[in-house]
């Protein structure tokens, strides 16, 4: 079992940064692949960003490459997600998940534990 909890999340105007964190509880953080993904408002949740166990690999979804960095630092149990470059349109609930699989995946179902959100507003 492994709990999820994100924090970092703000107002930031376009053009900003922004860092969430996402603090994971239990002895095992670091054989989970992570993830995050976001929800915006009227849309369904869509895949961000992942890592691998080691940190060695990390992917992201077309809309944030470049912008985006996804971090982990297993010895504090945390994963990060730098945001740079705001848009008014990367508003929306960020969410950490863990997965046990050993592929990586961009698939929301794929992932076994999800933190609560946290809320990111890019404003124009």
């Known amino acids: 079992q492994v709990q999820l909890v994100e924090s970092g999340g703000g107002l930031v105007q376009a053009g900003g940064s922004l860092r969430l964190s996402c603090a994971a509880s239990?002895?095992?953080?670091?054989?989970?692949?992570m993830g995050w993904f976001r929800q915006g408002p009227g849309k369904e949740r869509e895949f961000v960003a992942g890592?691998?166990?080691?940190?060695?690999?990390?992917y992201y979804a077309d809309s944030v490459k470049g912008r985006f960095a996804i971090s982990r630092d297993n010895a504090k149990n945390t994963v990060y997600l730098g945001m740079n470059t705001l848009k008014p349109e990367d508003t929306a609930v960020y969410y950490c998940?863990?997965?046990?699989?050993?592929?990586?995946?961009?698939?929301?179902?794929?992932?076994?534990?999800w933190g609560q959100g946290t809320q990111v507003t890019g404003s124009s």
């Open positions: 890592i691998t166990y080691s940190g060695a690999w990390t």
């Open positions: 998940a863990a997965s046990r699989l050993t592929i990586p995946s961009r698939r929301s179902d794929d992932y076994d534990y």
């Open positions: 239990g002895r095992t953080f670091s054989s989970y692949f």
